[in-house]
Nanobody, 119 residues
Framework: QEQLVESGGGLVQPGGSLRLSCRAS????????MGWYRQAPGKQRELVAS???????DYVDSVKGRFTISRDKDKSTVDLQMNNLKPEDTAIYYC?????????????WGQGTQVTVSS
């Protein structure tokens, strides 16, 4: 059964760092685009970072230079290293796996992990 499980959220002071990790199981991983989304209270869910199966990355402008996405094929994990965190980064972060090869496209979500940036 396909499943995504996140870990690594928590409370951190502004300027601090956190590393989120997502482990994929089932058929998910190698051919999928893996991404991290976030949703703050009262706001829509937004894409934070993604990496295709070929290693092409994309970041939302607000995290460029601060966040780095990486994936480990052997461990079926995708990580998000977050540095120089700001209060506006506070949100629930969700791991996502997407593959448009299928009809309908496969689109899996993790349960989410809370990230709070506050002094």
């Amino acid at each position: 059964q396909e499943q995504l499980v996140e870990s690594g959220g928590g409370l951190v002071q502004p300027g601090g760092s956190l590393r989120l990790s997502c482990r994929a199981s089932g058929r998910i991983f190698s051919p999928y685009t893996m991404g991290w989304y976030r949703q703050a209270p009262g706001k829509q869910r937004e894409l934070v970072a993604s990496m295709t199966a070929l290693g092409i990355t994309d970041y939302v402008d607000s995290v460029k230079g601060r966040f780095t996405i990486s994936r480990d094929k052997d461990k079926s994990t995708v990580d998000l290293q977050m540095n120089n965190l700001k209060p506006e980064d506070t949100a629930i972060y969700y791991c996502n796996a997407y593959n448009s090869y299928y009809t309908p496209p496969h689109n899996f979500w993790g349960q989410g992990t809370q990230v709070t940036v506050s002094s």
